[in-house]
């Protein structure tokens, strides 16, 4: 049997289970709560392995392995910086949220400001992230599928990206929070089982040790000129090429990564879905254990494809890397096990690539469509007169639009590394949300003047960096190679979008004469203690 065909088998099953799973609760799914935030049934381990579900997404599993499989230690320090993040939204964020807010990051802010400036904007901020973050799944998946099926040709790939954005428009509209979170919780169990047989097998190889590995990754995939610089810093930012501007790059890109994650969307929401303050403690907690362990075995996976596959072969396969772990699974099933082994892996690590894509792009659809019907339709819009009815149906049609989106913008930024394209997402998120979030929660005077001021500030500067930076336009990896309007000469906009996040809330609030120290007090008791949560939203 080709990997082909055991691959289609693979990807058949594991669609048909994940169906019959959207099917069942789609039967659950009665009131507005149940659609939202699974209606806070979930225990805090499953929301945990949810989050973990939810959080290693392409751009974990394809992406990081892929971007230190062709950079080294450069490439690493994606694992560090996403992993790092969480303890951010652990101390900061996870349990005060939970006990603000009702079902969106809107929520929070709305409480103690006018609701519908506040609402708009974080309604617009939280689906500009969420399709940024879309962005990069429905590229893994073009990759990924187009690897597995033998597709070659970008035509081939732009209708695998449909196929996914479909699956996962099914998803979020027929199943809501409760599908999307049993997805995620049989992706989450699928994709570390993988990635560990794939690491165990790597380590066997090589006698369980790590020089010998590194050493191998380095000789077959350094540069010709000095191997050794594979395993340093400087191979993808800091180069002598890109002088300063590349070690700005690289803090650019740590700020947004270590910052990102308390201000992602599709995050934020799981933190809704438990009962109790202690269960989102817990939830993050496994969360932090789960994607921690994921991040070490990228260690291996990304070296290992470095070593056993090497450069030229991982760049033949996909520019960006993007197809390097599922070329090892390849490599090393049929080292170890012989063709029909490597058939088997590379199947067997695709259908859990495709898991992780699918439950990823659901996740990220319901956020962004939630906050459309919750925030913009039933309170802006409608001024909080939609019943719960119409919140739901609104939220399924915005999930339509929301995917047409994605995958139109996908089938465009297809041959750009997923981690890459991510670490957009958790600029724009760290530049917009996280600064109005953050002053919520902590500044007493802070009021909607700021919030309003932090969300558009961060979002717009970080969207207009991003548009004159090189990844738009100006070369071989951008997303229009014959143009060229490169005004910034950085990659991610962190180190410039973040702080003006922060100071135009700063300013938007001294600048306003509006202060509530009411409820400031009120919420500071609800974040501390939950009392009230259920009704956050409704005042």
Known sequence: MSSTTLGMILFLTFVAATLAITFWASRQTKTAADYYAGGRSFSGVQNGLAIGGDYMSAASFLGIAGIIALSGYDGFLYSIGFL??????????????????KFTMADVLAFRMSPRPVRTAAGVSTIVVSIFYLLAQMVGAGALVGLLLG??????????????????IVYVVFGGMKGT????????????GGAALVTLLVLGKYGFNLSALLGEAAAKSGPA?????????????????????????????????????????????????????KDARK???????????????????????????????????????NTAAPLLAQQIGADIFGPVGGTILLALIGAVAFATILAVVAGLTLASSSSFSHDLYAHVFKRGQASERQEVVVARLSALVIGAVAIGLGILAQGQNVAFLV????????????????????????????????????????????????????????????????????????????????????????????????KYAEIEVRSLTGVGAEKASEH
């Open 84 to 101: 790092v993040a969480w303890l951010v939204a652990l101390l900061l964020v996870a349990e005060l949220m939970r006990n603000s807010g």
């Open 151 to 168: 597709i070659t040709g970008e035509a081939g790939k732009a209708w695998t990206i449909v196929g996914v954005g479909a699956l996962m």
């Open 181 to 192: 979170t049993w997805v995620q919780i049989v992706k989450a169990v699928l994709l570390m």
């Open 225 to 277: 000129a000095n191997p050794g610089n594979f395993l340093i810093p400087g191979l993808k930012y800091g180069t002598e090429a890109q002088g300063l501007a590349g070690k700005i790059d690289l803090i650019s890109l740590g700020l947004a990564l270590v910052l990102g994650t308390a201000g992602l969307p599709h995050i934020l929401i799981r933190f809704y879905t438990v009962p109790t303050a």
């Open 283 to 321: 939830s993050v907690l496994w969360g932090i254990g789960i994607i921690g362990a994921f991040y070490l075995l990228t260690l291996v996976l990304g070296f290992g494809a470095a070593a056993l596959v090497g450069k030229d072969a991982i760049v033949a396969g996909d520019k960006a890397g």
């Open 423 to 518: 670490a957009l997402a958790f600029a724009v998120a760290a530049s917009g949300n996280l600064p109005a979030i953050l002053y919520s929660l902590f500044w007493k005077r802070f009021n909607t003047a700021g919030a309003v001021s932090a969300i558009y500030g961060g979002l717009v500067s970080a969207l207009v960096l991003v548009i004159f930076s090189p990844v738009v336009s100006g070369g071989e990896t951008a997303l229009f190679k014959t143009a060229d309007f490169v005004l910034f000469p950085l990659s991610n906009p962190g180190i410039v979008s973040i702080p003006l996040g922060f100071l135009c809330g700063w300013l938007g609030t001294i600048l306003s004469k509006e202060y509530n120290a009411a």
